[in-house]
C-alpha cells in the first residue's frame, strides 16, 4: 500500500483468526502444526537470499511457507464457524484490508532502543547513533532489512571498540568480509564522525514524561480493566484481544453512555458492541 499504492478487496489473516480461537503462539509454524498436523522446514530467514542460485532448502522454505495457506484457512473458518466467531475475524480482517498504512516518521533516538546502547559512554552512544543512521541510509539503497546490513549486536561491538582502520574492524565479530569489503569504510567514516562532535553535541537521553489523565477517565480506565478481568475468562480470549489496552483509553476519553456512543469510538467493531456492550457500559455506570 505505502510503496504502490495497492488496495485490496479482502484479507485473511491467519494469526487474526488463530487469536480468536484463543491461540497465544500465532506464528504460521505453529498454526499449521496445530491445525493441519504440517511441520515447516527449518527456517532460513537469516540466509541471504540475493545470492543465486537458492539452494534447495531454500526453495522448499519458500515453497512452505504458502503451499499449505488454502488448506489452514479452510480449517480455521470451520472451527471460527464452530465457535460463534467467524463475523467478528471477517470484520478484523475487513478493516485491516481497508486500514491506511501507517506513517513511519524516523526516530533519530531509535538507536537507544539496541539493548546496551544505555551503558555506553557518550561517546560511544555518539558512534553507535552515527552508526545506526548509517544502517538505515545503505539498507535504504539496496532495499534491504537493516538487520541484513548488520545486526545490532555488531554495532554495538563497533561502538564500544572504536576501530580506526579496517584490520581492526574487521577483527569484530560480526564483522564479514563481505561487510567489510562492501561497507568498511563507511562505518570508519562513521565512527570518525562521532570522534569529531564537540562535547555539545553528543547525545542527550530524553527525559520521557508521562501524559495527564484526567481523574474521571483514570476511573473509567480502572473500571474498564476491571471488567475485562472479568469478561476475559467468560469469553475466553486474551485481555488484547478481547479490549486492547489502546481501546480502553479511546473508550474512557469518549466516555459512551448508549451503544450507539459506543459504536461511533474508532476501533471498536460492530462485534465488540453486539456481544459485550452491555456489560461494558454496566462496568462504566458502575459505582
Same mark, same amino acid.
Request: with cysteine.
Given at each position: 500500500?505505502? #510503496? @504502490?499504492?495497492?488496495?485490496?478487496?479482502?484479507?485473511f489473516?491467519?494469526?487474526?483468526?488463530?487469536?480468536?480461537?484463543?491461540?497465544?503462539?500465532?506464528?504460521?509454524?505453529?498454526? !499449521?502444526?496445530?491445525?493441519?498436523?504440517?511441520t515447516?522446514?527449518?527456517?532460513?530467514?537469516?540466509?541471504?537470499w540475493?545470492?543465486?542460485?537458492?539452494?534447495?532448502?531454500?526453495?522448499? @522454505?519458500?515453497?512452505?511457507?504458502?503451499?499449505?495457506?488454502?488448506?489452514?484457512?479452510?480449517r480455521?473458518?470451520?472451527?471460527?464457524?464452530?465457535?460463534?466467531r467467524?463475523?467478528?475475524?471477517?470484520?478484523?480482517?475487513?478493516? !485491516?484490508?481497508?486500514?491506511?498504512?501507517?506513517?513511519?516518521?524516523?526516530d533519530?533516538d531509535?538507536?537507544?532502543?539496541?539493548?546496551?546502547?544505555?551503558?555506553?559512554?557518550? =561517546?560511544?552512544?555518539?558512534?553507535?547513533?552515527?552508526?545506526?543512521?548509517?544502517?538505515?541510509?545503505?539498507a535504504?539503497?539496496?532495499?534491504?532489512?537493516?538487520?541484513?546490513?548488520?545486526?545490532?549486536?555488531?554495532?554495538?561491538?563497533?561502538?564500544?571498540?572504536?576501530?580506526?582502520?579496517?584490520?581492526?574492524?574487521?577483527?569484530?565479530?560480526?564483522?564479514?568480509p563481505?561487510?567489510?569489503?562492501r561497507?568498511?569504510?563507511s562505518?570508519?567514516?562513521?565512527?570518525? =564522525?562521532? !570522534?569529531?562532535?564537540?562535547? #555539545?553535541?553528543?547525545?542527550?537521553?530524553?527525559?520521557?514524561?508521562?501524559?495527564?489523565?484526567?481523574?474521571?477517565?483514570?476511573?473509567?480506565?480502572?473500571?474498564?480493566?476491571?471488567w475485562?478481568?472479568?469478561?476475559?475468562?467468560?469469553?475466553?480470549?486474551?485481555?488484547?484481544?478481547?479490549?486492547?489496552?489502546?481501546?480502553?483509553?479511546a473508550?474512557?476519553?469518549?466516555?459512551?453512555?448508549?451503544?450507539?456512543?459506543?459504536?461511533?469510538?474508532?476501533?471498536? =467493531?460492530?462485534?465488540?458492541?453486539?456481544?459485550?456492550?452491555?456489560?461494558?457500559?454496566?462496568?462504566?455506570?458502575?459505582?
Amino acid at each position: 500500500k505505502r #510503496r @504502490y499504492g495497492l488496495t485490496f478487496a479482502s484479507v485473511f489473516d491467519t494469526a487474526i483468526a488463530g487469536r480468536f480461537l484463543g491461540g497465544r503462539a500465532l506464528g504460521l509454524d505453529v498454526l !499449521l502444526d496445530t491445525y493441519l498436523g504440517v511441520t515447516l522446514p527449518p527456517s532460513r530467514q537469516k540466509d541471504d537470499w540475493s545470492q543465486r542460485p537458492l539452494s534447495p532448502a531454500q526453495l522448499a @522454505y519458500a515453497a512452505a511457507d504458502v503451499q499449505h495457506l488454502f488448506a489452514l484457512k479452510a480449517r480455521l473458518l470451520e472451527e471460527l464457524d464452530k465457535v460463534g466467531r467467524l463475523s467478528w475475524v471477517e470484520e478484523e480482517c475487513a478493516a !485491516l484490508a481497508a486500514q491506511s498504512p501507517p506513517e513511519r516518521p524516523v526516530d533519530p533516538d531509535a538507536w537507544l532502543g539496541a539493548r546496551g546502547a544505555r551503558d555506553l559512554p557518550l =561517546r560511544g552512544m555518539a558512534v553507535l547513533r552515527e552508526l545506526w543512521v548509517l544502517r538505515e541510509q545503505l539498507a535504504r539503497a539496496v532495499d534491504r532489512p537493516p538487520f541484513k546490513i548488520l545486526n545490532e549486536d555488531t554495532l554495538l561491538r563497533v561502538a564500544q571498540s572504536l576501530p580506526r582502520d579496517l584490520a581492526t574492524l574487521g577483527a569484530l565479530p560480526g564483522v564479514t568480509p563481505r561487510v567489510l569489503g562492501r561497507w568498511g569504510g563507511s562505518l570508519l567514516e562513521a565512527v570518525e =564522525r562521532a !570522534l569529531a562532535l564537540d562535547d #555539545r553535541e553528543l547525545p542527550v537521553l530524553p527525559r520521557h514524561t508521562r501524559p495527564s489523565i484526567p481523574g474521571a477517565m483514570s476511573r473509567r480506565i480502572d473500571k474498564l480493566r476491571r471488567w475485562r478481568a472479568s469478561a476475559t475468562e467468560q469469553v475466553g480470549l486474551e485481555p488484547g484481544v478481547l479490549l486492547p489496552n489502546r481501546l480502553i483509553t479511546a473508550i474512557a476519553e469518549a466516555a459512551p453512555r448508549t451503544l450507539e456512543d459506543l459504536a461511533r469510538v474508532e476501533g471498536v =467493531r460492530r462485534w465488540r458492541v453486539e456481544t459485550l456492550g452491555d456489560g461494558l457500559l454496566a462496568a462504566l455506570g458502575a459505582p
